[in-house]
């Protein structure tokens, strides 16, 4: 009888000790800025599972670089929230888990956001899933409209509407500025928000092939002017200049009038400065049809991880509508369209102008895009600062355009 005790409390032990040594911690990367959404669901799947993930914030500036150095090194993350333009590069790598099959396994497949599937696809097959989706849109605060004597609840459309309201902001006084933008070398912040305005006019800094550069166009002159002008009129801070992104959230300080945005600023308004009186919209193109950024973030897996299936289970939480609603509440628009509806009710309204965005929204896709385009000494910062608040525009165009060709031809 005794022996028989010990034996089963010998086993009962054993399989304590299995299932405790079965939960596995997940390491996982994100980029500095990614807001709450990604951190408040990681709480809440490791407040409900076994397995846990061990969120590691890296500035956004080195990610890039310092996963690119661990996976020399042997010591990445298994798992990493990359913003999804550098997808293509790490996949043609072959430094990424193809997960291919398992995703197309899930019933809800091809309802994934089609442009983060798009640039986790190399070579026909899915090295990234949609993790978090951002568009860029069009916010203006209403209470500055109403002092400067218009009307808080129309929505401009188009940029001569823009730079008027930006006047009339800019003449209540003071610190109050009717426009902002991150120019600094923010390469990140400039194709985010200011190449819809060629894009809404059909035209592209890229073919769509994306083995020529196509800087030099009418939309982008007529682009550049626009900036150039509101500055020429002091309607933007002279801090514009020089904000390399650290303040892309300026609308947020209730002094700028009218500002594009990610759509994720749109819950960090809403729940942290519930002061702010605002209005959001899609941004117009050069000839007022709008466009967006498709942007956010890919959710990739390291090659060669032993965490897979762990990783694989909380991607599937992020996924169900309860990891959904959670990424929703904090500014995340949802990454399935068939239970968009759904994950957005009873959320802010506005929140449908960023799912809206979805429609008008581009990505380039290229596999220098970090060179080409990111980087704050590429040619794309350089140009947009060049362009915008230098002296020569017609260098900066030239200087720009040859310089982007010869990394692409670099590259081939």
């Not at 799912?355 to 290229?366: D, E, H, M």
Request: charged share 20%; hydrophobic share 40%; aromatic share 10%.
């Amino acid at each position: 009888m005794i022996k028989r005790l010990l034996a089963a409390t010998s086993i009962a032990t054993l399989c304590l000790v299995s299932a405790a040594s079965a939960a596995e911690n997940v390491e996982m990367w994100v980029r500095s800025g990614i807001g709450d959404a990604f951190k408040k669901v990681v709480e809440a799947y490791n407040s409900g599972h076994e397995n846990k993930v061990v969120m590691t914030e890296v500035p956004f500036s080195e990610l890039v670089q310092k996963y690119a150095t661990a996976i020399a090194g042997g010591q990445a993350p298994d798992a990493l929230s990359m913003d999804l333009i550098y997808n293509p590069a790490f996949a043609a790598a072959g430094q990424l888990e193809d997960l291919t099959d398992w995703a197309k396994s899930l019933p809800y497949f091809n309802s994934l956001s089609p442009s983060h599937v798009r640039l986790g696809t190399y070579q026909d097959r899915i090295y990234g899933l949609p993790l978090s989706v951002e568009t860029s849109v069009f916010a203006w605060n209403k209470d500055l409209y109403k002092k400067a004597g218009l009307d808080p609840e129309k929505a401009p459309a188009s940029w001569d509407e823009i730079t008027a309201n930006a006047e009339k902001i800019r003449a209540l006084g003071d610190d109050t500025y009717g426009f902002y933008f991150s120019g600094g070398g923010c390469g990140g912040c400039m194709i985010f928000t200011f190449t819809p305005l060629v894009w809404g006019a059909g035209a592209d800094i890229l073919s769509a092939d994306s083995k020529t550069a196509t800087l030099d166009t009418p939309q982008m002159r007529k682009a550049v002017d626009i900036y150039r002008n509101m500055i020429k009129k002091d309607l933007v801070p002279a801090g514009a200049a020089s904000d390399n992104g650290a303040n892309f959230l300026t609308f947020t300080n209730g002094k700028i009038g009218q500002q594009s945005l990610g759509a994720f600023a749109i819950g960090t308004l809403v729940t942290e400065h519930p002061d702010i009186n605002f209005g959001v919209t899609l941004i117009p193109g050069v000839d007022g049809k709008p466009s967006s950024f498709a942007g956010g973030d890919n959710f990739v897996i390291t090659k060669g991880t032993k965490k897979i299936d762990a990783v694989k289970e909380f991607l599937e939480y992020v996924y169900s509508m309860d990891g959904q609603k959670i990424m929703a509440k904090y500014g995340s628009l949802p990454t399935r369209g068939d239970i968009a509806d759904k994950v957005l009710e009873g959320l802010d309204p506005r929140m449908q102008v960023g799912l809206k965005a979805i429609g008008v929204a581009k990505t380039p896709y290229t596999l220098q895009f970090n060179d080409v385009i990111n980087s704050a000494n590429g040619p794309w910062a350089s140009f947009t600062n060049a362009a915008i608040f230098g002296d020569d525009v017609d260098g900066a165009f030239s200087s720009a355009q040859s310089e982007m060709q010869s990394i692409i031809d670099s590259g081939q």
